[in-house]
T-cell receptor, first 114, second 112 residues
Framework: DQQVKQNSPSLSVQEGRISILNCDYTNSMFDYFLWYKKYPAEGPTFLISISSIKDKNEDGRFTVFLNKSAKHLSLHIVPSQPGDSAVYFCAASGDTGTASKLTFGTGTRLQVTL | EPEVTQTPSHQVTQMGQEVILRCVPISNHLYFYWYRQILGQKVEFLVSFYNNEISEKSEIFDDQFSVERPDGSNFTLKIRSTKLEDSAMYFC??????????FGAGSRLTVL
């Protein structure tokens, strides 16, 4: 039951260029979306989120775009830095007022090369 | 910066043994969670806990699993009789409100 899908298991980008990570979802009840970053031997770290009432949210080098009709979101990192090399998880939630059950994608491993 | 701490970082146990994984959530957070990640697979929700009771649990969270907040600071996950397929990284998380969870570094459980 893959309600949240990240179809690219890995991505390699040169330092300074844009990284675009994609995520698709199937459950139309999802109304809040998050990106988490994970380094080896650490837990997922929250990066940025977006509510379904918006189509874009920006925080410094990170921008998340949401296309509700296509059930697609993407994370843009620009410019990419070597420290951004990590696994990026897309997550979705259908609860905005109570303890949340996040449904995660399988992750995309981003490698930023010099 | 406040963080969620988990112990032990790695536990090896024999099949059929009981295991308790411990977590100290961020002190002013109200919601507590356990997730797990089997090697090579995605992070999966196990259980959420609010106001001293389970608010939601997944199909994975069967009768072998239980959670407890024994005092004001700890949040524990107990697996009564471990199976080989319980081998995974277990992540504790907490949140002040809904949605933005802060995760701990994880406890790796290896069942032999």
């Amino acid at each position: 039951d893959q309600q949240v899908k990240q179809n690219s298991p890995s991505l390699s980008v040169q330092e300074g260029r844009i990284s675009i990570l994609n995520c698709d979802y199937t459950n139309s009840m999802f109304d809040y979306f998050l990106w988490y970053k994970k380094y080896p031997a650490e837990g997922p770290t929250f990066l940025i989120s977006i509510s379904s009432i918006k189509d874009k949210n920006e925080d410094g080098r990170f921008t998340v775009f949401l296309n509700k009709s296509a059930k697609h979101l993407s994370l843009h990192i620009v410019p990419s830095q070597p420290g951004d090399s990590a696994v990026y998880f897309c997550a979705a939630s259908g609860d905005t007022g109570t303890a949340s059950k996040l449904t995660f994608g399988t992750g995309t491993r981003l490698q930023v090369t010099l | 910066e406040p963080e969620v701490t988990q112990t032990p970082s790695h536990q090896v146990t024999q099949m059929g043994q009981e295991v308790i994984l411990r977590c100290v959530p961020i002190s002013n957070h109200l919601y507590f969670y356990w997730y797990r990640q089997i090697l090579g697979q995605k992070v999966e929700f196990l259980v959420s806990f609010y106001n001293n009771e389970i608010s939601e649990k997944s199909e994975i969270f069967d009768d072998q699993f239980s959670v407890e907040r024994p005092d004001g600071s700890n949040f524990t996950l107990k697996i009564r009789s471990t199976k080989l397929e319980d081998s995974a990284m277990y992540f504790c998380a907490s949140s002040r409100g809904a949605n933005v969870l802060t995760f701990g570094a994880g406890s790796r459980l290896t069942v032999l």
